[in-house]
């Protein structure tokens, strides 16, 4: 399977523990996007990487989230401290990015569910 | 803050209507527009819009971009059960996305 793949699929987790997504974009995506999803809304932005920099981060993101793709291939997504404000579908998406546009492409997601 | 606004939010509709959903933006650098169908999981691609005025068609949706007056709308027409979506737009520089439009295609 050639596309973006996230991992883990699901995650119940206690209020105040630290959780860590995965994420591994399409091999030659440069480009790599956090959002966030809950019921009803549409994806909000979080952060996004052009190979391992990190461009823009959300005024709306807490310190509690960090995120890193340290050698610019597989991304990681860090909850620390959580809060049931937190239960979300986590998406990932690549893209190549290029001066004609660029197209996205999601992985299936993370729901995460802080009790 | 750039921001991209999606009407209406949510439409419901029978089988063989057409419906036209809505979205427009302000944003500082603007690259192209997209929009996108979520079912279950994760948003499948439909269209990608830069040129304005160019309609692009895919069976029976279609869509167009006004970069003047900074909107797109996404037509469906002969609606089917299985367009029952949420539809979304996106606009890059930064990838924002609207809020979405919830279709529910009634038989």
């Known amino acids: 399977d050639t596309g973006v793949s996230q991992d883990p699929r699901h995650k119940i987790t206690k209020r105040g523990q630290n959780v860590t997504f995965r994420c591994d974009p399409i091999s030659e995506h440069n480009r790599l996007y956090w959002y966030r999803q809950t019921l009803g809304q549409g994806p909000e932005f979080l952060t996004y990487?052009?190979?391992?920099?990190?461009?823009?981060k959300s005024r709306l993101l807490s310190d509690r989230f960090s995120a890193e793709r340290p050698k610019g291939s597989f991304s990681t997504l860090e909850i620390q401290r959580t809060e049931q404000g937190d239960s979300a579908m986590y998406l990932c998406a690549s893209s190549a990015a290029g001066t004609g546009g660029e197209k996205l492409f999601f992985g299936s997601g993370t729901q995460l569910s802080v009790l | 803050e750039d921001k991209v606004v999606q009407s209406p939010l949510s439409l419901v509709v029978h089988e063989g209507d057409t419906v036209t959903l809505n979205c427009s933006y302000e944003?500082?650098?603007?690259?192209?527009l997209l929009w996108y169908k979520q079912e279950k999981k994760a948003p499948t691609f439909l269209f990608m819009l830069t040129s304005s005025g160019i309609e692009k068609k895919s069976g029976r949706l279609s869509s167009i971009l006004d970069k003047k007056e900074l909107f797109s709308i996404l037509n469906i027409t002969a609606t089917q059960t299985g367009d029952s979506a949420i539809y979304l737009c996106?606009?890059?520089?930064?990838?924002?996305f609207g809020a979405g439009t919830r279709l529910t295609v009634k038989p």
């Open positions: 990487f052009q190979n391992e920099a990190q461009l823009e």
């Open positions: 996106a606009v890059s520089y930064d990838m924002r």
């Open positions: 944003v500082t650098n603007f690259r192209s």
